[in-house]
């Protein structure tokens, strides 16, 4: 009895497992009805609803439409591999989410073919990620959000690149286990990060930014543009990190970063940056001075290649921390460069009962032209800054004329 009650539960088993599926590869066009048809149960329908079963490959040359609204429920441990293109592109929404939540599934895998692939008003939840593989899509109007697995399909970020320069925009991103976008610190990706609503990701809490990226390519740089990146949840969630193992080239304007340990650290020489007309507030959550707390934060051994201009810098811990050999340039009136123009609001930033809207925590001279501190007192100006007069073993900062 025991034997015959063996072999039925392995009958049983076998009933209901699936193969990964891969489209033929012949230059179709597929639909989600088309793979149900196809699939051999992989993919099925019931009750309004597309359960994807196993994996499934669109192979090179093949495109999947989805451009009907619908909802799509992964079970645990399944993605996509998309070797071909996928058009996500309904007149409302499509949801991707999990047929177990407490499960959740892997996610959506765009490899070295899938240029062209768009990803449209496109709910996904309750997986890991969206990978990105030598491959350039668009990511446009799309909520992403409750991606907690924890999984190697992952770099740790919701969405990932490598080797890509995709768009993402106008999106929400928010309540994610890591970073809302994440790059390789070695492998050059120059995203452009436009209008999204980013915010209390990194639910594990661990030391990671919200946007956490690695190398760039020289060309395009990579954009940041308009974005509104907030924290409060998660003490130990920055706001953007760069960190690349090789060069990084960054525009970074128009956001408003709030709320977050820190808003902005730069630690690479390496780095080519333009900061303009940023909000940076109140980036002090984790409360703690030695560890955080920054508006902007440069660390580099020797000189950066950044300019600051047009900020408003204010209620931070600190507002602008300089270490090493950074050098960063804050305002510079004297040359014929008018993008260093200065310009920037700093004030208001402080801990411990001290003001601290700039520290200059380095031997070198700095250039912070043109820019306003709070009041128009030169005597009230000197007070809000750490450098020379504070210090014999730090470095000057050239701040008259004042704004």
């Known amino acids: 009895m025991r034997k015959i009650f063996t072999t039925l539960c392995i009958a049983l088993f ?7 599926y891969s489209t033929p590869g012949s230059g179709k066009r597929w639909s989600l009805d088309s793979l149900v048809t196809y699939s051999a149960g992989d993919v099925t ?16 040359s093949d495109t999947l439409f989805i451009l009907k609204n619908a ?25 991707i989410t999990a047929q177990d939540t407490a499960a ?22 309750y997986g890991c990620a969206i990978r990105m593989l030598t491959c350039d899509i668009l990511i446009d109007s799309c909520i992403i959000r409750n991606n907690t697995l924890n999984s190697s399909f992952s770099s740790s970020g919701v ?33 452009q990060i436009l209008f999204n609503e980013i915010y209390d990701n990194v639910t594990a809490n661990g030391n990671t930014p919200q946007i956490n990226w690695g190398a760039t390519n020289t060309t395009p740089p990579m954009i940041i543009k308009g974005n509104s990146i907030r924290g409060g949840l998660y003490t130990n969630s920055g706001g953007i990190s760069f960190l690349p193992i090789g060069s990084a080239n960054v525009i970074i304007e128009d956001n408003i970063i709030k709320k977050n340990r820190y808003g902005i650290a730069f630690a690479a020489s390496t780095i080519t940056a333009y900061v303009n007309n940023n909000i940076i507030d109140s980036n002090n959550i984790q409360g703690s001075p030695s560890l955080g707390g920054s508006g ?47 310009l920037n609001q700093i004030y208001w930033n402080g801990n411990s009962g001290k003001i601290y809207d700039l520290y200059n925590n380095t031997p070198d001279s700095i250039k912070a032209q043109n820019n306003f501190w709070g009041t128009t007192i030169l005597d009230s100006v000197e007070a809000h800054i750490f450098h020379r007069p504070d210090s014999t073993t730090l470095g000057f900062v050239d701040y008259l004329p004042i704004r």
Not at 71 to 95: C, E, H, Q
């Open 159 to 191: 969405i990932t690149f490598f080797q890509s320069n995709s768009t993402v925009s106008r999106c929400k991103i928010y309540g994610n286990r890591s970073a809302a976008l994440q790059s390789g610190a070695n492998i050059g990706s120059s995203g």
């Open 71 to 95: 909802t799509i429920k992964f079970a645990a441990g399944v993605f996509v591999d998309i070797n071909g293109v996928m058009r996500v592109l309904p007149p409302d929404s499509v949801k």
């Open 104 to 125: 959740k599934f892997l996610g959506l895998k765009f490899e070295d073919f899938s240029d062209g692939s768009v990803l449209k008003k496109t709910i996904f939840e």
């Open 45 to 60: 329908f019931s009750n309004n609803t597309y359960l994807f079963n196993d994996t499934i490959t669109i192979s090179q």
């Open 296 to 342: 902007i934060n440069f660390n580099s051994p020797t000189a950066m290649n950044v300019i600051c201009a047009r900020n408003k810098i204010r209620g931070n811990l600190w507002g602008i921390t300089i270490q090493g050999g950074a050098k960063p340039n804050i305002g510079n009136i004297v040359n014929s460069d008018t993008t260093d123009i200065g």
């Open 14 to 20: 076998c009933a209901t497992a699936f193969a990964n």
